[in-house]
């Protein structure tokens, strides 16, 4: 089952809850998967995994490369194994995964989707890395920038997650965009796009590891769940 | 991680709404595990697993031995290796449970725990298997059973599962029975231990696979979460 796996290692409403501490090295996060998305220790920028390689994009913008001991806190990687599914232009980012969501009948599994090509306008969001101890999470978004640009080419990684599993992952679309040139990425806000190849995996298992070695996440107060309907719709 | 990994097959929100169907050989979910707890085809009994051999406890009473074709519609499973944590008498079941969950400060994780020993009063609910078009689950609950007994000698599966994971799973405490001479089980509802012993097993990984080849899974409106809140406290 290893090839239609989603590994996640931490849960959303850790980030709610100011739990910041990246966890997982690198190095042993790529294990579970060679492509992905993920955020670093105290939200430290936004995370790219793409031929087993880690990228970050920070608020200073272009996407660096990221060295193995780097620390993770939040993250979701897979194999890659995608095949082809359709060619889109001229359409809006929520316009075109709704529409390979529903084609594929997907809406009540994990779903990986790879979008490679030319992006018409991309908006994207990162964070800037935040230390012990940690600021509130409103205290994160005020540190939060936004990019925007241009006729751009390169890789969004989506991963899909069905509602029941919101506060455990981000129920929805989950996008980042990384690209070719490294000069631009992060979380994907909104995007056009002018010509893109989107491929699909259909993901079987879902397997989540927590920090359990971490004190502060297994002391924390994690009982008030109703804490997540708003915060997490608000960081899509 | 595989020692340390709860297999889960399905979700909680499946049978709420009413997707009953059993997809699963029990001779499959064995691959993941030699001892946990589930349900059968069209809510076909509690099952309770225990060193590698699947039983079912159904509306007649004693515990059944189950052929390795038998369906299984919801479980969770792991590999057995608890440590012993402590002895308890004279105590309430929930009392007992969360004394293990606090001194073991787990309350944030997945866990396993091993109870064996007599109980002095324990009662149990059962469920008579639908058959297609399924009932709702207020029908479905019309057809349960509830057991009672004393003084019996037996072991008692329990799954702690954190709150977040509402609706994935049956967020707190799931508890199956069996007696050592079968004649007794089920889901435990309450409990008075006479004199048991407590063992553990933290989780590190918790591993879902949903029915992905089943179309009706597939076509089911799971958006609407709000529903889980009242259904899960109600069947615990």
């Known amino acids: 089952m290893t090839k239609n796996t989603l590994f996640q290692y931490g849960t959303m409403q850790m980030l709610v ?11 042993e ?12 220790d105290g939200v430290d920028g936004e995370l ?19 060295p193995e001991d780097f620390k993770v ?12 599914f359709k060619s889109y232009q001229n359409v809006e980012l929520v316009e075109m995964l709704k529409d390979v969501l529903t084609k594929n009948n997907a809406q009540n599994q994990f779903f990986a989707i790879l979008t490679k090509g030319v992006f018409k306008k991309i908006r994207t969001r990162s964070s800037k890395k935040s230390h012990k101890p940690y600021p509130s999470l409103e205290k994160i978004a005020e540190n939060q920038v ?24 981000v129920s929805g679309f989950h996008n980042h965009f990384l690209a070719d040139d490294l000069s631009f ?3 994907v806000l909104a ?9 699909i995996q259909p ?3 879902f397997k989540l590891h927590l920090p359990v070695d971490n004190q502060e996440f297994l002391n924390a107060n994690l009982t008030d769940i109703s804490k997540l309907d708003n915060v997490i719709s608000k960081s899509e």
């Open 17 to 27: 809850e100011g739990l910041l501490e990246g966890t997982l090295p690198l190095s």
């Open 29 to 40: 996060l790529l294990k579970h998967g060679n492509i992905g998305i993920g955020t670093g």
């Open 48 to 66: 790219v995994i793409l031929d087993g390689v880690g990228y970050k994009i920070d608020v200073s913008g272009p996407a660096v490369k990221l």
């Open 73 to 84: 806190t939040y993250a979701d990687v897979s194999f890659a194994d995608y095949h082809k």
């Open 146 to 169: 936004e990019f925007e640009t241009e006729n751009i080419t390169g890789t969004m990684i989506t991963y899909y997650t069905p509602p029941v599993f919101q506060g455990v992952g």
């Open 185 to 187: 990425g992060g979380h």
């Open 191 to 199: 995007a056009t796009m002018k010509g893109v190849v989107v491929s």
């Open 203 to 205: 993901i079987e298992s």
